[in-house]
């Protein structure tokens, strides 16, 4: 009886608790004006997406930088900077 007592009483207190809690309001901080620093990021993925695009497709065509010395590794990073280039790409027009 004592237990069933104790734990009702348990249950009262943790009710009132609940009751008496007021939820914090969610206060976001204001939006800054500009670019934000996720746009800048994407601005900046998109430029050095841009340079590896150039130096390893001069490679691929004159073989200046890196001598040719792979052309299916020419290939595989042309298709892995143009693929970084449209991910950036959208990524700063969803930020925009």
Do not use: H, N
Request: net charge positive; hydrophobic share 50%.
């Amino acid at each position: 009886m004592a237990q069933k007592a104790a734990k009702t009483e348990t249950e009262e207190t943790r009710a009132v608790e609940a009751a008496e809690k007021k939820p914090v309001p969610m206060v976001r901080p204001p939006r800054k004006k500009g670019a934000s620093l996720e746009k800048k990021l994407s601005i900046v993925s998109l430029a050095l997406c841009a340079l590896v695009l150039l130096v390893f497709l001069l490679d691929l065509v004159t073989g200046f930088p890196f001598g040719r010395v792979s052309v299916t590794l020419d290939i595989v990073l042309l298709l892995a900077s143009g693929l970084l280039a449209y991910i950036s790409w959208e990524g700063m027009r969803e930020f925009a």
